[in-house]
């Protein structure tokens, strides 16, 4: 199976798709995961990206493009993944879809979860993220709007919207359907 998770900063992608992982058995894929981890272990590709994620803005696509390119290569991510965190542009998109064509595949679905403004700033207020301030969040949703909230067009009817509020296990299980169906 070969998932996208599309929605807001704070939707619970990351939560859900680690749940799905373990459903699936399927490796999970956060473009946001990756960077932190090279800033962590203090390369390049980190030290690049944390300039634009300190201020919420979009790591060039050049880069991110090719971290995902070679994270789909490794042998775990051949069966499936689930993709949290990316495509978040239209030109990312259009890169996936290359990326996956050269392997003769293509994705399965793009799962598009809902939650209105409000819930998702408290939950980001409340985890607490070094790019979780209140201006960084801002400009985050505005940076969501204006360049990654395209997508749900661009994907049209590959896309199953599933409600993102409710408890986590239920929210699971919805989008558990919404796959299958
Ligand atoms: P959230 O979904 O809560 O915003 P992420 O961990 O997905 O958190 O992303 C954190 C930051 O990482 C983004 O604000 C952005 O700077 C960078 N980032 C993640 N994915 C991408 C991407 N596909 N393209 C460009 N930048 C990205």
Redo the contacts with the bound molecule.
């Keep these: 199976m070969r998932l996208v998770l599309l929605g807001p900063?704070?939707a619970g992608?990351?939560t859900q798709a680690e749940l799905l992982r373990d459903a699936l058995g399927i490796p999970h894929v956060?473009?946001?995961?990756l960077?932190r981890q090279n800033i962590g272990e203090g390369t390049e590709l980190g030290l690049e990206?944390k300039k634009?994620?300190d201020a919420?803005?979009?790591?060039p696509?050049e880069v991110?493009v090719n971290m995902v390119r070679s994270r789909l290569a490794e042998p775990d991510a051949v069966n499936g993944f689930i993709l949290?965190?990316?495509?978040?542009t239209t030109d990312?998109a259009d890169s996936l879809e290359k990326i996956l064509a050269e392997e003769q595949q293509t994705l399965n679905a793009v799962v598009s979860l809902e939650v209105d403004e409000d819930v998702v700033v408290k939950r980001?207020l409340a985890r607490g993220r070094a790019?979780d301030t209140e201006d960084v969040i801002r400009n985050?949703m505005q940076v969501y709007l204006a360049e990654t909230a395209p997508l749900i067009a661009y994907y049209g009817d590959r896309i199953r919207t599933v409600d993102a509020i409710g408890d986590i296990d239920e929210v699971h299980q919805r989008i558990l359907r919404a796959v299958s169906a």
């Design positions: 900063p704070g992608k990351g956060s473009t946001g995961d960077f990206a634009y994620m919420g803005d979009l790591v696509s991110t949290d965190g990316f495509p978040r990312q980001m790019d985050r």
